[in-house]
């Protein structure tokens, strides 16, 4: 009964047990926090470069629909970029310091023509089939690296209509 009457002498103190409890409980409480703002950062970060990869082969989607539309592709522009695509700039980091930039490349696939035959007539192209791809980091195995591809039709501009 000693212990208990120890216990009542204590009335309205904190003891080292409640101490211990409360600093544990404030030291979880803000190891939630940062690695719930860690994580929520880098997510960020990642959401950030696949927008701005995506926006870069939009534009190459673009440029190379526009090429069909008007005709201006070269029998060797058909083939594609093949491993040597344009390096961008994905993620510039600090302005002083571009080493530690995030750079990826867009690359585009063969041009592919898709005729129709129509009976009594010579075949024509119908459409073309495009593919654009961006990957990000530039230099990194195939494992680590993001990709972002789009597909699309073009009809070229051959009168036909479309």
């Known amino acids: 009964m000693v212990t208990l009457r120890l216990w009542k002498d204590e009335n309205g103190s904190l003891d080292f047990v409640q101490i211990v409890i409360a600093i544990l409980i404030i030291a979880i409480a803000a ?3 940062t690695y719930s703002i860690y994580v929520g ?3 960020l970060i990642e959401q950030l470069q696949e ?3 995506l926006r870069y082969a939009r534009e190459e989607m673009e440029y190379w629909g526009g090429q069909v ?3 201006g ?3 060797f522009e058909i083939n594609g970029s093949g491993n040597f695509g344009t390096r961008v700039l994905i993620d510039p980091r600090d302005p002083a310091d571009n080493s530690d930039n995030i750079w990826g490349r867009v690359y585009y696939g063969r041009i592919v023509p898709i005729y129709s035959l129509l009976q009594g007539q010579t075949a024509s192209i119908d ?3 495009i593919h654009v791809w961006v990957i990000w980091p530039d230099n990194v195995p195939v494992g680590e690296s993001h990709r972002v591809d ?3 039709s073009m009809f070229p501009n051959s009168g036909q209509g479309g």
């Open 41 to 43: 950062r880098a997510t």
């Open 51 to 53: 927008k701005q990869a």
């Open 73 to 75: 592709v070269s029998s």
């Open 69 to 71: 539309l008007t005709g």
């Open 127 to 129: 459409y073309c089939q």
């Open 31 to 33: 190891v939630s926090t």
């Open 150 to 152: 789009i597909y699309t």
